[in-house]
C-alpha cells in the first residue's frame, strides 16, 4: 500500500509564494512520475507541473512555479511564486509508482487547499 501526503498549502496575499511537500511512502519499489494538479470550484482538476521522464508547466503557471524532487525521500515539492488569485484551487499531488506487489498505479494526495487573496 502507498500513501501520499501533501503539506503546504494556506493563505497567501498576491503576489506572494508558497511551497508545497508531498511525501509518498509505503511498499514503493520505484517512483516513476509525481505531478501536481489543482481544481478551482466549478472547474475540471488541470495538470500543472509534472516531473517524470521530463518537466512539463502549464502555460498558467510557467515562469512563475517550479517542480524539484527529492528522490531519496520519495518527495515532489511544488514552490509557487509570484501568486496570482486564479491560483486559488486545491492543489493534489499525484504519483505514478510501482509498488513491491506488482506494476505501476496511479495514486493520489488528499489535497491542500491554496488560497491567494488580499
Known amino acids: 500500500q502507498v500513501q501520499l501526503v501533501e503539506s503546504g498549502g494556506g493563505l497567501v496575499q498576491p503576489g506572494g509564494s508558497l511551497r508545497l511537500s508531498c511525501a509518498a511512502s509505503?511498499?514503493?519499489?520505484?517512483?516513476?512520475?509525481m505531478n501536481w494538479y489543482r481544481q478551482a470550484p466549478g472547474n475540471q482538476r488541470e495538470l500543472v507541473a509534472a516531473s517524470g521522464s521530463s518537466t512539463v508547466y502549464s502555460e498558467s503557471v510557467k515562469g512563475r512555479f517550479t517542480i524539484s524532487r527529492d528522490n531519496a525521500k520519495n518527495t515532489v515539492y511544488l514552490q509557487m511564486d509570484a501568486l496570482r488569485p486564479d491560483d486559488t484551487a486545491v492543489y493534489y499531488c499525484?504519483?505514478?509508482?510501482?509498488?513491491?506487489?506488482?506494476?505501476?498505479?496511479?495514486?493520489w494526495g488528499q489535497g491542500t487547499q491554496v488560497t491567494v487573496s488580499s
Open positions: 509505503g511498499s514503493i519499489f520505484s517512483v516513476l512520475a
Open positions: 499525484n504519483a505514478i509508482i510501482r509498488s513491491m506487489a506488482g506494476g505501476p498505479a496511479n495514486y
